[in-house]
C-alpha cells in the first residue's frame, strides 16, 4: 500500500518559515504530480501549490512569492519551503500526490492526513 506522512507544521510567528515535508512509502514506480492543498476552519481545502512530472510549479495567488514546492523523487518526498508568513496562512496542510505503482497501471491520487500549521500576529 501507499501512504503518504507530513510533517513538519507547528506554530510560527508572523514573518517566520516553516518547511513541510510529504513522505510517500510503498511501491512506487514513478510520481506525476505531488500537490499541497490546505484548508483553514470553515474554509473548503485549497490548492497551494503543485509540481507536475516536467518540473512546473504552479502556486495560489495568495502564496506566490513566498511558498516554493519542491520534490526529490529518489526519496519519493514533497516539499513545501513557506517565507513570510501571515496569520491568513493558518490551516490544516494537506499532501496530495498522484502516483503510479507500476509502469503500465493507473495513476492514482493519495492524501496524506495533514498537518497543522498556525502562524501568530
Known amino acids: 500500500q501507499v501512504q503518504l506522512a507530513e510533517s513538519g507544521g507547528g506554530l510560527v510567528q508572523a514573518g517566520g518559515s516553516l518547511r513541510l515535508s510529504c513522505a510517500a512509502s510503498g511501491i512506487i514506480f514513478s510520481i506525476n504530480a505531488m500537490s499541497w492543498y490546505r484548508q483553514a476552519p470553515g474554509k473548503q481545502r485549497e490548492l497551494v501549490a503543485t509540481?507536475?512530472?516536467?518540473?512546473?510549479?504552479t502556486y495560489a495567488d495568495s502564496v506566490k512569492g513566498r511558498f516554493t514546492i519542491s520534490r526529490d523523487d529518489a526519496k519519493i518526498t514533497a516539499y513545501l519551503q513557506m517565507n513570510s508568513l501571515k496569520p491568513e496562512d493558518t490551516a490544516v496542510y494537506y499532501c496530495y500526490a498522484i502516483l503510479l505503482r507500476r509502469e503500465l497501471g493507473p495513476a492514482n491520487g493519495y492524501w496524506g492526513q495533514g498537518t497543522q500549521v498556525t502562524v501568530s500576529s
Open positions: 509540481s507536475s512530472s516536467a518540473g512546473t510549479t
